[in-house]
């Protein structure tokens, strides 16, 4: 569940003042999220050493590390606190990719691994039954989407897409950005970020239809 406005202050306050359980659950609101993003990011190399949990047991120590700068800086250019620990996140994505795999990986940080999730499969499902923007690909019955078979063609078709269409389609059906959080993350207007996701939609459409099954209606509602 995620937290906002005057509950979110409040825990800041009282996080910034030292106390465990608010911290505790600003991070805890964001989890789900953030496993989603870590699980399509983790090199396949990398789960044999660490996991998704891992991932974001470092990330929280360095996010508890860096809070009271966080909480006295200026209000202003103060990113949101989700963009703000999903940054922190993703460093440490990128720390252990350097430091287990030799620091010339390429830069998670706009780029979907898309690996093999082992058991973060689940995690790898769109917002919702369906994917609020994915109804009209996906089908709903029986959970159709979850299947390893279907799992395993979505993210295909991902690979195939451009880097930033990649992106952005996974920021706001996996990472389950709102559009304001994607042009923060993405350092663009509002506008060209739903113009960027029609796009990004249209071609993965195609893309689908190309894959075995399309044309029978397999990726139809």
């Known amino acids: 569940m995620r937290t906002s406005g005057r509950k979110l202050d409040q825990l800041l306050e009282r996080a910034g003042q030292g106390d465990r359980q608010a911290l505790d659950d600003l991070f805890s609101g964001h989890t789900p999220r ?127 897409l451009g880097p930033l269409d990649r992106e952005v389609i996974v920021l706001q059906h996996f990472d389950r950005l709102t559009v304001a959080e994607m042009a923060r993350a993405l350092d663009m207007e509002e506008e060209t970020v739903r113009k960027r996701n029609l796009r990004a939609m249209r071609r993965l459409r195609k893309i689908l239809l190309r894959m075995p099954g399309g044309r029978d209606g397999l990726w139809e509602a």
């Open 34 to 160: 953030l496993e989603r993003m870590v699980a399509l990011r983790l090199d396949r190399r990398l789960r044999r050493r660490v996991d998704v949990d891992d991932v974001l047991q470092s990330a929280y120590l360095e996010a508890a590390r860096r809070l009271p700068a966080y909480i006295e800086g200026p209000p202003l250019p103060r990113p949101p606190f989700f963009l703000w620990l999903r940054s922190i996140t993703l460093q440490s994505i990128v720390g252990l990719h350097r430091f287990h795999l030799s620091a010339k990986a390429r830069d998670v940080r706009r780029e979907v691994v898309l690996e093999e999730a082992d058991r973060s499969e689940s995690r790898l499902a769109p917002r919702g039954r369906c994917g609020s923007g994915l109804v009209g690909i996906f089908p709903c019955p029986g959970e159709a989407f979850l299947r390893a078979e279907v799992a395993s063609c979505f993210r295909e078709c991902l690979r195939r």
